[in-house]
């Protein structure tokens, strides 16, 4: 089975920086697609951002749009999610996912969560005011 594997969170204050990365097998970096989710303190899941195999092709949430970054590096098996100014609504769990197919439709395909086979675990970002 495919293992995802999320770091970087932490505590940090509104308007800090932080980068979140996710390593996983090479079969799958070569060939998937990839996400970022959050589960807020409240329990909803949120998307975040997508990417295509390749990294020529990425989808943002209007929410972090302009303030966050997706990007990934197939050499070395890593996904990243780079958060700029910091928000107390960023605050939540962020979990890394990846799908079977090598992009999805950037109309809506990113952002839905069963498009994904498979999950990491998860890493808290706290944002304080």
């Known amino acids: 089975q495919v293992q995802l594997l999320e770091s970087g969170g932490r505590l940090v204050h509104a308007g800090d920086s932080l980068t979140l990365s996710c390593i996983g097998p090479?079969?799958?970096?070569?060939?998937?697609?990839m996400g970022w989710f959050r589960r807020t303190p409240e329990k909803r899941r949120e998307f975040v951002a997508g990417i295509n195999w390749n990294g020529d092709s990425t989808v943002l949430s209007d929410s972090v749009e302009g303030r966050f970054t997706i990007s990934r590096d197939n050499a070395e098996n890593i996904l990243y999610l780079q958060m700029n100014s910091l928000k107390s609504e960023d605050t939540g769990v962020y979990y890394c996912?990846?799908?079977?197919?090598?992009?999805?439709?950037?109309?809506?395909?990113?952002?839905?969560?069963?498009?994904?086979?498979?999950w990491g675990q998860g890493t808290q970002v706290t944002v304080s005011s």
């Open positions: 090479g079969r799958t970096f070569n060939s998937a697609a």
């Open positions: 996912a990846a799908a079977a197919l090598r992009q999805l439709h950037s109309a809506g395909g990113y952002s839905i969560p069963n498009n994904y086979q498979y």
